[in-house]
Nanobody
Framework: QVQLVESGGGLVQPGGSLRLSCAAS????????MAWYRQAPGNQRELVAA???????NYADSVKGRFTISRDNAKNTVYLQMNSMKPEDTAVYYC????????????WGQGTQVTVSS
């Protein structure tokens, strides 16, 4: 059984920073793409940032220059460093990973709340 467990969410003031972490555990043979999504109330879930196995990244236009995605393959962990945060970044953030266990599936974390407010 593979699980993704997120941490690092919380309340931050506009202009502040947060770092999210997502660790994969269980029987893992390979992890391919990893990503962060977010969903604000009343909105669809949207891609924030993604990182492939080789390390290439892509970002939503709304977070370019402010957020940085990275991964530690030895720890099966993906991170999202969020700087210069804005109220519109408020959402539940979910990590996502394409993982080869006994078979290959897309897994999701349980979500972590991020609130940007003064």
């Amino acid at each position: 059984q593979v699980q993704l467990v997120e941490s690092g969410g919380g309340l931050v003031q506009p202009g502040g920073s947060l770092r999210l972490s997502c660790a994969a555990s269980g029987i893992i043979r390979s992890i391919y793409d990893m990503a962060w999504y977010r969903q604000a109330p009343g909105n669809q879930r949207e891609l924030v940032a993604a990182i492939i196995e080789g390390g290439s990244t892509n970002y939503a236009d709304s977070v370019k220059g402010r957020f940085t995605i990275s991964r530690d393959n030895a720890k099966n962990t993906v991170y999202l460093q969020m700087n210069s945060m804005k109220p519109e970044d408020t959402a539940v953030y979910y990590c996502n990973a394409d993982i080869q266990s006994w078979s290959r599936h897309i897994y999701w974390g349980q979500g972590t709340q991020v609130t940007v407010s003064s």
